[in-house]
């Protein structure tokens, strides 16, 4: 039957009903019409399945827990989410890495960018009830202060004064203008009424369970010594109070047996950076988000050391020229990775795209050192120039991938007639005797930028020297000059006008051969929900930067 048909049929049918009938009929007709109208737009908002508390989250870690205490946590990534889950700052970094409110609701910034003053919540409480006060904040930053604390948050408040208001105030005065103190107070904050009576120095010998006590949307509930620790929900919250009622961490050794855990199912989540899981991996109910790390991998040469090759600008861009990235990239990280050419890396301030980069080219690594006298004099292959040979060493970590990415380099840096000598090195040498001492002409490593986006402590010159972490050993003036502005200055417009002079700058000097950034693969059951992987990780832990979102049940 057609559709007029249908309505002719329909038509005679009505006509054979009472007056009173038909009305009741219509009426009938359109309840229904507005009953679907109002179902199919809650199926389209997705008020079909609204989020509700309940449900477990149980994720695998690679190591192991040793202290939940947030200036104790700093190396080890176990412990760091947990305690992203179980503390809180004066303010948090959102996905995007813009600075936000936390434990405090609001600051002004006066003299000029060398006083912050914050108004405190004053509805936050401990996860024992004890009430969060200005006297909490005064204390974290006092220990961050002490002589015997000797985490590397130490630096970030040397030298600056923190004073009590009121119970729900507290003043910062630092010694000269910082645009990133608001990064810097993210620090998460400890309780004064448990810590108050303990020398700094006896921190870790008496940690234990009873002192994980925070402000955060999580708190401690139990452990099994080297297998899980599961957090629970904190009820009194201040901020919106998550879905997903449980949070149960279990450890594993390796990447491998990890992963092996979350297809059996003993997990529900799991991250990687070693490794990257292939589709065969993976089951229609597994979702994949992919992060680049805020990371880099690359080749930092010491230009104070006694081979004069590597202090040649020149050769410095030439061997540029004679990296092929994408190879590496591919070949080292299976594809899983990110090209890069600015030590100002994409999501941090000032990043400039448009800066001068040095494609693979190696017909212009040649045409360079030609250019800046470089010649085979004695026919080995090898280039020399008045007296010095175009060849150094290259320190790298003893390990599968610093192995295959010097090989690849070298190959190629042979090809225009540089000798690359590789030496490997386990990863305690490596530190102890060379990266601290800067006793290497080479160097293949990595570092990892965390939140901060100033460039400042990798590349100035005041931090070439251990503690510092500049492994291009290069003094510049015009690099230093440019950090040395953006990092004073009240303007953000101004900070990255000065950050794109400072990569200007590294494009023409070439301190270091930048080569990728790497990723982090996070896999987990599509049971979770409200997971999203638009997040600039300043750490593994900023994965939970929305976590109040994940949900379970539904109704």
Do not use: C
């Amino acid at each position: 039957m057609g559709l007029g048909q249908l309505f002719v049929w329909l038509g005679r049918l009505v006509r054979k009903f009472s007056r009173i009938e038909r009305i009741i009929l219509v009426g009938l007709f359109l309840v229904i019409i507005v009953s679907g109208s109002l179902a199919a737009t809650q199926r389209a908002a997705g008020l079909g399945h609204q989020p509700i508390g309940g449900g477990v989250q149980m994720e695998g870690l690679v190591g192991t827990s040793r202290y939940i205490h947030p200036l104790l946590a700093e190396t080890n990534n176990v412990d760091r989410d947990i305690v992203r889950l179980v503390y809180s700052g004066l303010t948090r970094i959102s996905p995007g890495r813009e600075v936000l409110p936390d434990l405090a609701t609001d600051w002004d910034i006066l003299d000029q960018g060398k006083t912050y003053l914050f108004h405190l919540r004053n509805d936050v409480l401990w996860h024992d009830e004890d009430v969060f006060t200005a006297d909490d904040v005064v204390y974290t930053i006092n220990v961050l202060q002490n002589d015997d604390y000797r985490g590397v948050l130490k630096s970030s408040f040397a030298g600056i004064v923190v004073e009590k208001i009121d119970d729900y105030s507290v003043k910062f005065t630092l010694p000269s203008s910082s645009a990133f103190f608001l990064y810097d107070i993210s620090v998460p904050v400890i309780p004064q009424h448990l810590y108050q009576d303990i020398p700094v120095g006896e921190f870790k010998n008496i940690y234990a369970e009873d002192k994980i006590i925070g402000t955060g949307p999580y708190q401690f509930e139990k452990s099994t010594p080297g297998e899980s620790i599961t957090l629970k929900r904190f009820k009194r919250y201040y901020e919106t109070s998550p879905y997903i009622e449980r949070l149960v961490f279990f450890f594993f050794d390796n990447e491998k047996s990890l992963l092996t855990a979350f297809k059996n199912r003993t997990v529900s989540a799991a991250g990687f950076t070693e490794i990257s899981p292939t589709n065969s991996d993976l089951t229609p109910n597994d979702m994949r988000y992919v992060y680049s790390l805020p990371q880099y991998k690359g080749v930092f040469f010491n230009q104070l050391s006694n081979n004069n090759a590597v202090k040649n600008k020149a050769v410095r861009q030439a061997l540029a020229y004679a990296v092929n990235k994408q190879q590496i990239i591919e070949q080292v990280e299976g594809g899983g990775a990110d090209r890069v050419d600015s030590p100002i890396l994409p999501g941090f301030w000032g990043n400039n795209p448009d800066m001068s980069k040095y494609d693979f080219n190696i017909t212009k690594a040649a045409e360079v050192l030609k250019k800046n006298g470089w010649v085979d004099a004695d026919g080995d292959g090898i280039l020399d120039k008045d007296g010095t040979r175009l060849s150094f060493q290259v320190a790298i970590r003893d390990d599968d991938k610093s192995k295959q990415i010097a090989e690849l380099l070298q190959r190629n840096w042979r090809s225009v007639g540089a000798d690359a000598v590789i030496e490997p090195l386990d990863v305690t040498t490596l530190i102890k005797d060379v990266i601290r001492p800067r006793n290497y002409e080479a160097l293949i490593f990595g570092q990892d930028l965390g939140a901060d986006s100033d460039p400042y402590v990798y590349w100035h010159s005041s931090q070439i020297a251990d503690p510092g972490l500049a492994l291009a050993v290069e003094v510049d003036k015009d690099i230093d000059n440019s950090l040395e502005a953006a990092r004073v200055s009240t303007s953000l417009q101004q900070t990255i006008v000065n950050y794109h002079k400072f990569q200007a700058t590294f494009a023409d000097l070439v301190p270091a051969i930048l080569l990728y950034q790497p990723r982090y693969v996070y896999l987990v059951d599509a049971k979770v929900k409200g997971i999203t992987d638009k997040i600039n990780l300043s750490y593994l832990s900023d994965r939970f930067a929305n976590l109040t979102e994940w949900y379970i049940k539904t109704r």
